[in-house]
């Protein structure tokens, strides 16, 4: 099931700038699991929830990230990096950051 949006140009506008932070936290979380092959475990915590917390620690996600207040979609994004980061684990090369193909403005939300 899929709904049609027509949001404001200021709605638009906070909405783009959270898919770009997404986008970002995405693609930082690839390249320091592709660059460490994995990383080093904060705590009792592994998987992706330790991931997540290590990321948060090490200073990589940008200022800007951290001040739309979005964290959870951020967490979600890291965690999402690693889950497919784990499965492209189980063969030996590296996941790429998408294949170059028409761009779409869409914000899917899980019903």
Known sequence: MSYRVYPSKELEKIWKKW???VRKVYNISIEQLNKNQGYTKV???????GFRTWLKQSGL???WCKD??????LDNASMEAYTAWKETAKQPKFIGFGKKRERFDIVWYGV
Do not use: R
Request: charged share 20%; aromatic share 0%; proline share 5%.
């Open 19 to 21: 898919i770009s932070a």
């Open 43 to 49: 705590g009792k915590k592994g998987g992706k929830h």
């Open 61 to 63: 996600i940008p200022q």
């Open 68 to 73: 739309l207040n979005v964290s959870k979609i």
